[in-house]
């Protein structure tokens, strides 16, 4: 007589694999994408899954319910190359934003012209006769409504980096790039270039009477170097205290002012605040909500 293997015996408790494929084929889907993370979690509670592993295939199934509009950086805060401003002018912004590709316009972005890499800016500082216009890349266009792991696959198929994303009447509301889409899977990704030094503390002076400070530091530290007094039984660090007074995760661009000091969120992800600008509000600026 054969018997059964001990996986099927009546009362054996179901297999990791087992109770992944009834979360996906057994169960409705909202049930299922639920049964699906919880069996993953329980696989890095025993060891199967690390955890860099599983931040990112939670991330992987995250970015299928993304578009583009929840992290597109707002039209607002994109660094373009405007061609009807002096070529000094844009040459030397371009050159402090440290961006590798600009949206080119003329005047604002009804009138977007394609897209610059920076080393066509070289060329450019290089020749004064440089005609720009002449060497620009087309421009790719998205919805707000579409969905990150489309746009990732367009991306990549076709070899670009940058996209313009437009609502439906055509008109230019954000900016996204493969590196933002990336960082829903992989995490926060800094590079040579972002400016915010750890080593300085976590703040660093960007201008007279400006900081960008990390959204990670501490009260004690902001309230020593600031000389300021902002407390909060519930929070202790600055970003911790911006989602709160939100009552919602940061977005950029969120502005609000907190016991004398104006915030503005440069860089978040959908968990948390990474970056903030930082100045001292007027001092009859009181407490104030996120502004739109």
């Known amino acids: 007589m054969?018997?059964?293997?001990?996986?099927?015996?009546?009362?054996?408790?179901?297999?990791f694999l087992q109770r992944l494929t009834a979360s996906l084929f057994h169960e409705p889907a909202s049930d299922a994408h639920e049964q699906f993370v919880s069996a993953l979690r329980a696989a890095k509670t025993n060891g199967v899954l690390?955890?860099?592993?599983?931040f990112m295939i939670e991330g992987v199934l995250k970015i299928s319910e993304l578009s583009a509009s929840d992290i597109m950086v707002p039209r607002s805060q994109i660094k373009a190359i405007d061609i009807s401003e002096p070529q000094d002018k844009w040459l030397r912004e371009a050159n402090q934003s440290g961006h590798s590709r600009f949206p080119v316009i003329e005047g604002d972005f009804s009138d977007v012209k394609g897209l610059l890499h920076a080393k066509d800016l070289l060329t450019a500082l290089l020749h004064p006769d440089y005609r720009l216009e002449e060497h620009l890349r087309e421009a790719k266009f998205i919805p707000e409504t579409m969905p990150l792991n489309l746009l990732l696959k367009e991306f990549k198929r076709e070899h670009q980096h940058?996209?313009?994303v437009v609502d439906e009447f055509g008109e230019v509301t954000g900016l996204l790039t493969i590196e933002d889409v990336l960082e829903q899977i992989v995490?926060?990704?800094d590079d040579e270039f972002d400016t915010v030094?750890?080593?300085a503390g976590n703040i660093v002076s960007e201008s007279r009477g400006r900081w960008k400070i990390r959204a990670i530091t501490h009260l004690t530290q902001f309230n020593q170097y600031f000389g300021a007094d902002i407390t909060d039984p519930h929070c202790e660090t600055i970003g911790g205290i911006i989602a709160d007074r939100l009552e919602r995760v940061p977005r950029p661009g969120d502005q609000l002012t907190i016991d004398g000091f104006r915030f503005k969120v440069l860089r978040a992800d959908d968990r948390q605040a990474k970056v903030l600008l930082v100045e001292r509000a007027p001092k009859a600026a009181s407490d104030k909500g996120a502004q739109a």
């Open 2 to 15: 054969i018997s059964d293997p001990p996986s099927s015996q009546k009362g054996a408790e179901p297999s």
């Open 50 to 54: 690390s955890d860099d592993a599983l």
């Open 162 to 164: 940058l996209a313009l």
């Open 187 to 189: 995490g926060d990704i």
């Open 197 to 199: 030094d750890i080593d």
